[in-house]
């Protein structure tokens, strides 16, 4: 067992999961931050050490969570607003909070979950919501690295699990027309954060992370029928027309099917060239159809 501490914020969501997972395999001593302590009896058995904080209250935050933390991996993201959790509050708020006492507290290391298509004029508010916090991160002088994954896919996660269900229910399948995504494998991703902690090479950077293919959502779905071994019908359809459904969906629903935030992001190209990353990690990524192969058949 080494003996640093690595503490991790949402360590009990579909990412955060397999980071732990990672983590544990590497022997590090894990520490995570969660809302509801109640629901982390299986973490606790893993020998991980529970520590209470919502994540936008500072207040609310257990500061003997951060003593003699050594490394800090930052997940906790939204992709829907529900009612005061809103994108700046999380995304911002919550890592400045997060970021100000690592500083204090003197971790050594801070590595931040930011997402691909983040930049400074991003349409969406999820993009400029994460650009903010990383601005914050990278100007407050703590040691840290950032990384933006495209789509994560595993066999808990929202996007694909999402088509998995609309195939199984209709023989048709709306298929919005967007930009291309690169889906990585969650445990791929798992890969990235852990190495980050102690290869200083990866200091102060950012880096892009997808997986083996660039893929429209039609493409990605073709993939899912394969690996399923059946047949719908795709229809496509102009992402303008979604708007109006989007705007009723999250007005009316608390977890609406799709946001207007999320019909923007689709419609960018959410692709990287994964150059930097070549140059600094050993990996290899697996693939969309042999991932989906391993865990749906
Ligand atoms: N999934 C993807 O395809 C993808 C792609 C690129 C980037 N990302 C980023 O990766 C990160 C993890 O995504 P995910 O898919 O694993 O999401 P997820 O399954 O929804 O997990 C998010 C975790 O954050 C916790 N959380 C939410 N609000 C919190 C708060 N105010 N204080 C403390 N904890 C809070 C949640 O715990 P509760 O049980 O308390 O809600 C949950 O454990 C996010 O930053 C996301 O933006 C995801």
């Given at each position: 067992m080494k003996e640093e501490i690595v503490g991790v914020t949402g360590g009990m969501g579909f990412v955060g999961r397999s980071i732990v997972k990672k983590l544990l395999e590497d022997k590090w001593k894990v520490r995570c931050l969660v809302r509801?302590?109640?629901?982390?009896e299986d973490l606790k058995k893993q020998g991980i050490e529970i520590y209470k904080g919502d994540?936008?209250?500072?207040?609310?935050?257990?500061?003997?969570?951060?003593?003699?933390?050594?490394?800090l991996i930052h997940l906790v993201g939204i992709i829907k607003e529900v009612e005061t959790q809103t994108l700046e509050r999380v995304h911002f708020q919550g890592t400045k909070n997060l970021v100000d006492l690592a500083k204090n507290s003197g971790v050594k290391k801070f590595i931040h979950m930011s997402a691909l298509?983040?930049?400074?004029?991003?349409?969406?508010r999820y993009h400029s919501t994460k650009w903010m916090a990383e601005e914050y991160l990278r100007k407050n002088g703590l040691n840290h690295t950032i990384f933006r994954p495209s789509i994560i896919f595993g066999p808990d996660d929202e996007f694909i699990n999402t088509f998995i269900r609309i195939i199984k229910l209709s023989p048709f399948i709306p298929v919005i027309k967007g930009g291309k995504l690169q889906p990585i494998y969650v445990g791929d991703v798992a890969h990235f954060f852990v190495q980050a902690?102690?290869?200083?090479?990866?200091?102060g950077k950012t880096f892009e992370l997808g997986g083996t293919k660039k893929l429209t959502l039609g493409e990605i779905i073709k993939v899912l029928l394969k690996v399923l071994n059946v047949e719908r019908v795709l229809i496509p359809i102009p992402s303008f027309l979604m708007y109006p459904p989007a705007y009723l969906f999250q007005t009316v629903?608390?977890?609406?099917?799709?946001?207007l935030d999320q019909l923007i992001m689709l419609e960018e190209d959410n692709v990287c060239d994964m150059k930097e990353v070549q140059d600094i990690f050993s990996f290899s990524l697996l693939p969309l159809e042999e991932g989906l192969k391993q865990y749906l058949s």
């Open positions: 509801k302590p109640e629901g982390s994540i936008t209250n500072k207040s609310s935050i257990d500061e003997s969570f951060f003593q003699d933390l050594s490394y298509g983040t930049r400074p004029d991003a349409r969406s902690l102690t290869n200083q090479k990866t200091d629903l608390r977890n609406p099917p799709l946001t």
